[in-house]
């Protein structure tokens, strides 16, 4: 079975995150390493990186991810470029640091770029990222976006076409984010649209790369190409594809991170109706 899990608030140091995660029954969690909005974090201390894997090591969580920075473009213009390959350098240190499996990348927008020209210049940014973190084994997970405003990663193929553009880097991933899929066009909200995304995945990428899912409902409508996320249930997706997920054994031990409202049922709420499901599976 899949690890259940949510974004959870590092408010008070990083290692709070960890006790938080815990009071929810949290199996997984992901988090962000600094603040998403700004290009530079300060470094981390001993203190903070000790504290962190202390509170990790007893917790029993059995993944942790980070999401990079919002404002990184892998695929911007060249001054763009630049700053967002020195800050996911960074951020891969730092998971490095503090014990974290893995970071969460949007891909990054073509703005005024055409969309090959955009897929270059992300797959070559990537390649002096893995190039120059190689020793830190990190992986970077691509993540599935909705494609509004000339984001890339709207669909599986893109991401594959990126991922063989670097020969199949054993380092590089897929976060599979259901609501944003929903959003770029994909049916997800049935069983056998889940089977034809999961089909999709394991011949474009192949399912061993698909190392994290990012859950929620989407307020818009499929294809509306927004992300608006929304609680389980509560949207245009419906509650099928989110069982489907947490008890499929193809994703055992895959971290399957909630990014639903804090408002309302909250974590809790959502988490407790996805142990509900997994366990009527």
């Known amino acids: 079975m899949s690890l259940l899990g949510a974004h959870i608030s590092v408010s008070g140091g990083l290692h709070r995150a960890i006790e938080r995660a815990v009071a929810l029954g949290c199996e997984a969690m992901q988090i962000f390493t600094r603040n998403p909005l700004q290009w530079h974090g300060k470094s981390l201390s001993e203190g903070e990186i000790s504290a962190f894997r202390k509170a990790l090591l007893s917790s029993g969580m059995k993944s942790v991810v980070s999401h990079a920075s919002y404002l990184i473009n892998l695929a911007g213009d060249a001054h763009v470029r630049r700053k967002s390959v020195d800050a996911l350098k960074a951020e891969i240190g730092r998971c490095y640091q503090l014990g974290i499996d893995a970071v969460v990348l949007h891909p990054g927008s073509s703005g005024d770029a055409p969309p090959m020209s955009a897929r270059g210049a992300l797959a070559a940014s990537l390649r002096e990222i893995l190039d120059g973190t190689e020793e830190l084994g990190v992986p970077v997970l691509l993540e599935t976006m909705a494609g509004q405003g000339g984001l890339l990663g709207s669909t599986v193929d893109e991401l594959a076409w990126v991922i063989d553009a670097l020969d199949w880097d054993k380092r590089l991933g897929v ?107």
């Open 175 to 281: 976060c599979a984010d259901l609501c944003h899929l929903f959003g770029a066009g994909i049916d997800v909200s049935t069983e056998g649209g889940y089977e034809r995304l999961v089909s999709s995945l394991s011949r474009h990428v192949g399912l061993d790369r698909v190392m994290c899912w990012h859950i929620s409902d989407n307020k818009g409508g499929r294809g509306d190409r927004v992300d608006r996320h929304a609680h389980l249930g509560e949207g245009g997706i419906g509650i099928v594809p989110f069982g489907m997920l947490v008890a499929d054994a193809r994703f055992h031990d895959t971290p399957v991170i909630l990014e639903t409202p804090k408002d309302g049922p909250g974590d809790a709420g959502n988490l407790a109706l996805l142990r509900k499901l997994r366990g009527s599976r």
